[in-house]
């Protein structure tokens, strides 16, 4: 296969650059950070509600024990993984939000994360996403979108520029070739600017982006905060998690993901510091999972789901939900938390009062082919 001189920029522009991590810059001073957990993660055990007469029976071993759990209020548990976002709802920095879901109504992964990711109503109906969209309302600075990551995941595709930023598991380059390949692309004016931009987007990854670490949350988060501080950084960020779909030998498993997306939360948080308090963090998958446990120790593809938000500017200390119950009755197709809260609402309130922009309108941008989306109680200082 031939490989011309653009071809091996964008491939050595990528091996600067692991984990997923995609930026877009606007004038604020707010931060806002969408973690898409692929997979369908499990809302159940994620905000357990100890307090519900059925989840102990439907879960049987899969149960999280109260006791060992991170009390919220009378009704709703955090697992006992979350121990960061458990001190930040003690602070008010963190708020949950249950039986929540987007349109989507069946159980296919690809499906399910186009809908989240695009905004639609129904699988491949659009093909661009909310959070690009959302960029198109922001007033920009002196850049230009940006991006970092081998692709630019759907939920940033579209009409605002963005780039894509991931750190390289491989060696880090010497300084004797990045220099050779800044000599060789000194003449091309298109280029050379591409080569200048992602040596700046490796200046600002700070050294988390080589070295083998793609695997650990930690030093995701810790990237993702050297971009999000600075000055002129971006102020739109979306990071990729994987790994939520757990079929079988769930509870090992899902204490594994929470605790690695506790980790990169505290990295975060540790990493922006002043920017801390101007940020909001939301976290969605594309649906939940089956209220019982399966026969081979987890659970299989369900509908509802639970959001969780931290940051410095969020209004938390509080569960939001309109709790459906659990009894057989009350289970959507008689196996699934049935969805109360439109996770577009979620979305829409969320980045409107992080930027200050009018609910109804973002809605209209974000979400163009739904019905008008429900009021939340504000979840976002003003």
């Known amino acids: 296969m031939a490989l011309d001189r653009r071809g091996f920029l964008g491939g050595a ?21 969408f973690v898409i957990q692929r997979g369908a993660a499990d809302g159940l055990n994620t905000v357990v509600p100890y307090a519900e007469p059925n989840y ?18 009378g009704s709703f548990a955090l697992h006992p993984a979350l121990q960061e976002f458990g001190a930040l709802y003690t602070q008010g920095q963190a708020l949950c939000v249950h039986a929540v879901a987007s349109p989507y109504r069946d159980r296919s992964h690809f499906d399910g994360q186009n809908v ?19 960029v198109g309302l922001l007033p920009r600075r002196s850049k230009e979108a940006i991006a970092f990551a081998p692709t630019v995941p759907l939920a940033l595709r579209g009409s605002a520029e963005v780039s894509s930023y991931a750190a390289s598991a491989l060696p880090a380059a010497s300084d004797d070739l990045l220099l050779r390949v800044e000599q060789l692309y ?11 931009a992602a040596l700046d987007a490796r200046g600002m990854a700070g050294g988390q982006e080589e070295g083998g670490r793609r695997q650990d949350p930690g030093a995701v988060g810790r990237m993702a905060a050297n971009f999000l501080a ?7 960020a979306m990071i990729e998690t994987g790994g939520w779909d757990t079929h079988s030998a ?7 993901q929470l605790r690695g997306l506790d980790a990169m939360l505290a990295a975060l948080k540790q990493g922006l510091g002043e920017a801390w308090n101007h940020t909001v963090v939301l976290v969605a998958t594309e649906f939940g999972r089956t209220a019982a446990a399966n026969g081979t120790g987890g659970t299989d593809h369900g509908t509802a789901s639970a959001a969780l938000l931290a940051g410095g500017a969020v209004q ?30 979620l979305i829409a309130t969320a980045a409107a009062e992080t930027f200050g922009l009018d609910r109804e309108r973002v809605a209209h941008a974000l979400f163009p082919a739904g019905s008008a989306v429900k009021a939340l109680p504000r979840i976002v200082r003003a």
């Not at 989240?116 to 959302?134: A, I, V």
């Not at 000194?186 to 200048?196: G, P, R, V």
């Not at 600075?230 to 739109?236: I, Y």
């Not at 769930?250 to 594994?256: E, F």
């Open 13 to 33: 522009a990528a091996l600067l650059a692991a984990p997923r991590v995609l930026f877009a810059q606007a004038a604020t001073e707010r931060r806002f950070v």
């Open 56 to 73: 102990a029976a439907l879960r049987a071993g899969l149960a999280i024990d109260p006791a060992s759990a991170i009390k919220l209020d």
């Open 116 to 134: 989240l990711e695009s905004g639609g109503t129904s699988p491949y109906q659009l093909k661009d996403g909310w959070l690009n969209r959302l």
């Open 186 to 196: 000194a003449a091309d004016a298109q280029l050379h600017a591409l080569w200048s």
């Open 230 to 236: 600075q000055a002129q950084g971006p102020r739109v």
């Open 250 to 256: 769930q509870n090992p498993r899902l204490a594994a």
């Open 316 to 345: 938390g200390g509080k569960v939001l939900a309109d709790w459906p119950g659990l009894a057989t009755g009350a289970l959507h197709e008689g196996r699934d938390l049935r969805p109360t809260l439109q996770l577009d609402a």
